[in-house]
């Protein structure tokens, strides 16, 4: 209990005192995690939809091997993009190993199959409502997929947040990416990692708590600015 008490005592200092290093850090993180989420929303949404109104032989197989990549271990996903991007691997000669832009590999091969995967299914229900109306209108399937996307938007909101969650709080295929190098790759989790190392738990908890703070603003202020709240939706 004291350990949580000093640990929102740290929390409250760093945020008040407009610390530097913690502005630096969180800066990074918000960078990694929203161009991985928004990269991940325009691969993993669209494909979501095109799976959801197309009829093919292996679809079946192909539903189950995505949602089975939702559960991708991510230091597994680390180590996969490590050796694609060391000096001995395919990609080492763009020098991207110990960069920002690699954490954003690593965390968008992660997320993509879950926001794709609950698109699917917020599509597929939206398809079967409109089924008949879309091919009446004989519209092509690019304009059934926008059609659907656009409709289900705010289903799809919640997709993307929920890449944004599993971003935000990953270590393990960023610490092994990024090297959690100062002023240079380190981001909130990875610094609640060193910090917990060096036994510093109330600022490793302080740091989790501003982590936490910041995630729930930011949902709380796409749901304001979507107007999800509006028409009994929330």
């Known amino acids: 209990m004291n350990d949580i008490l000093q640990g929102l005592s740290a929390a409250f200092r760093l945020i008040i005192t407009f610390d ?3 502005a630096e850090i969180t800066l990074r993180s918000f ?3 929203l161009s ?8 993993g949404l669209p494909f979501g939809a095109w799976l959801a109104v197309n009829r093919f032989r292996m679809r079946r197989y192909t539903i189950a091997v995505l949602n089975a990549l939702m559960g991708l271990p991510p230091v597994v996903v680390g180590l996969f993009v490590y050796i694609l991007f060391s000096r001995s691997g395919p990609f080492g000669v763009l020098g991207l190993l110990f960069t920002p832009t690699v954490m954003i590999i690593a965390q968008v091969i992660i997320i993509t199959p879950l926001i794709a995967s609950i698109a699917h299914q917020a599509i597929r229900e939206l398809w079967a409502e409109y089924h008949d ?5 004989n519209t092509t399937k690019r304009q059934r997929i926008m059609t659907l996307i656009w409709d289900g938007r705010r289903a799809l909101l ?3 947040l929920a890449g944004f969650g599993r971003a935000i709080g990953e270590v ?3 610490m092994i990416v990024g090297g959690n190098i100062d002023h240079a790759t380190r981001v909130l989790t990875t610094a609640i990692a060193l910090e917990t190392g060096k036994g510093d ?3 490793a908890l302080g740091l989790g708590f501003i982590l936490i703070g910041l995630a729930i603003v930011l949902n709380l202020a796409i749901h304001i600015l979507s107007r999800t709240e509006q028409g009994g939706r929330w």
């Open 20 to 22: 530097g290093e913690l």
């Open 31 to 33: 960078q990694v995690t």
């Open 36 to 43: 991985a989420v928004a990269i991940g929303s325009l691969l």
């Open 133 to 137: 109306l879309l091919l009446s209108l």
């Open 158 to 160: 919640t997709a993307a």
């Open 172 to 174: 393990g295929a960023i």
């Open 201 to 203: 738990f109330a600022l």
